[in-house]
């Protein structure tokens, strides 16, 4: 089967930095996404990850070990605007589908 | 670009009626849709996988004749939950690409509330 795991919640303060880890168990991984979500509202694309690596889209950053089945999402200057959920999610080869993992829910405090 | 609308927003009903949620690719055609659930707190489980023209794939667990699929076009995919029960209340999100392996885009989801 498919499984991913995150941590549930993570706290952080205003400026810091936090890293929101992702490993996952899957047939037939393509790619990893990430995905942020605001209470109430639809999750939006953050970034993607189909090699190993390090990608980076301002003060987002991602990073993916295949060998690993292991990748974080690195936030940096945090702003109380960055408090939502993100999830991970797994692309897989066949149909383009991709499932979510459990989602972080992050929390920034002044 | 990558717009993807969803209508409506939210929905309040009683409980057998039937209700229809609408997906549209604005500016790209959509050659998949999926459809996904997310109850409170929790994460988005995909329901379906949609291509245009053939039927959809349902996951497991997934009632193909309580959530049918209709993916007409390249920009539309509807969703109808028939005879809707309190159970059925949840957020319900689709999303699109445009290429296999593509980035999906999402709408902004749909609030189903059963009474």
């Known amino acids: 089967g498919q499984s991913l795991e995150q941590p549930s919640e993570v706290t952080a303060v205003e400026g810091a930095i936090v890293q929101i880890n992702c490993t996952y168990q899957t047939s037939g991984f393509y790619g990893l996404s990430w995905y942020q979500q605001h209470d109430g509202g639809a999750p939006t694309f953050l970034s993607y990850?189909?090699?190993?690596g390090l990608e980076e889209t301002g003060r987002f950053s991602s990073f993916l070990s295949r060998s690993d089945s292991y990748g974080y999402l690195l936030l940096q200057e945090l702003q109380m605007k960055d408090s939502a959920s993100y999830f991970c999610?797994?692309?897989?080869?066949?149909?383009?589908?991709?499932?979510f993992g459990s989602g972080t829910r992050l929390s920034i405090r002044p | 670009g990558a717009v993807v609308s969803q209508h409506p927003s939210r929905v309040i009903c009683k409980s057998g009626t039937s209700v229809k949620i609408e997906c549209r690719s604005l500016d790209f055609q959509a050659t998949t849709m999926f459809w996904y659930r997310q109850f409170p707190k929790q994460s988005l489980m995909l329901m379906a996988t949609?291509?245009?023209?053939?039927?959809?794939?349902?996951e497991q667990g997934v009632e193909k004749d309580k959530f049918l699929i209709n993916h007409a076009s390249l920009t539309l995919s509807t969703l109808t939950v028939t005879s809707a029960h309190p159970e059925d209340s949840s957020f319900y999100i689709c999303?699109?690409?445009?290429?296999?392996?593509?980035?999906?885009?999402f709408g902004d989801g749909t609030r189903l509330s059963i009474l």
């Open positions: 990850n189909g090699l190993d």
């Open positions: 949609s291509n245009e023209g053939s039927k959809a794939t349902y």
């Open positions: 999303s699109a690409t445009d290429s296999p392996r593509g980035s999906q885009h």
């Open positions: 999610a797994v692309l897989y080869s066949s149909a383009s589908k991709i499932i």
